[in-house]
């Protein structure tokens, strides 16, 4: 059997853990320039707190419900993997994909009543920079609950199952930067 | 999970965080500047350290970990610190931002200690697509 790289004595964790920990690093490098800038914008425009007043609020304090739920599923889902329950931890993880689809629903309706009333990407900055930071996070909620459903399958048959921890660390990420991203866009206003 | 065998209630910890979503959500309904900030982003703050502790165990990961995050985010802030004195003043010892950057037909820009309206500069470009 092929040796498989699995531990790092430097840093005294699993391969697979210090490189999720790694992509967290380098996505808070990613959304924290996005969040920043915006920050930089909103405080010298005085037109784009007139802007962000047509976000609505409680699409934005649904999606954070949904994503904090979600997040829930996935910590339930690494629990059950930790009890070594891979059909559990795998319907648990279906759970949370389940709170990704209806994020990115309510995300593309919400957005679909936003053009249409004339709110598009090229309306102004702040229009710019929602769309911006909203489809960036959009895109890995996406990408998570693709590489979600491989785990899932994987784990109910009860190979890999340590990485119901690894993505469920990416998707509390993800979570995390809606926490900030849900004040920002629709309560600083 | 943790390493005392005690199971953490997650469902709790979700209640919490449902808890403090609500108050962040009502907060701004008071219409007071400062009960807003603090609801808004002192709230969050809290919901991501909860998330981060809780859900994700930064706490029980090694340091190295914690060296990551916090070197990601020193970075940020670097990045912040750097570019916030350009976009964020509209003059500086030997320059004046033109209007054009400074911002759209309905601000305002301070040029040379007065305010004058920014389509009315020198250098407003109309039909910016902003």
Sequence with gaps: MRPIANTRSASGMPTGLLAVWWVVGSEIVIFGGVLAAYIMGRLTHDAWAIQSANTNTYIGAFNTFVLLTSSLTAVLAHQAAEEGNGKLAAKRLLYTVGGAVLFVCVKSFEWYTEISHGFTITSSPFWSFYYLAAGIHALHVIAGGIIMLVVANKVKKGIDMHHVELIGIYWHFVDLVWIFLFPLLYIAK | ?130
Excluded: Q
Aim: hydrophobic residues 50%; proline residues 3%; glycine residues 8%.
């Design chain 2, 1 to 130: 999970m943790s390493e005392d065998g005690h199971h953490t209630n997650y469902v709790k910890i979700w209640a919490i965080l449902m808890v403090l979503l609500f108050v962040s959500i009502i907060g701004p309904e008071f219409g007071i500047r400062w009960l807003t900030l603090f609801t808004a982003f002192g709230i969050a703050c809290i919901k991501a350290y909860m998330v981060a502790t809780k859900f994700m165990h930064i706490d029980k990961m090694p340091s190295f970990v914690s060296y990551i995050v916090v070197t990601c985010l020193v970075f940020m802030l670097l990045f912040f610190s750097a570019v916030a004195p350009d976009v964020m003043n509209d003059t500086g010892s030997n320059w004046v931002k033109p209007t054009w950057v400074a911002g759209t037909e309905n601000d305002w820009v301070t040029v040379g200690g007065h305010m004058e309206d920014a389509g009315h500069g020198a250098e407003a470009s109309h039909g910016e697509s902003h």
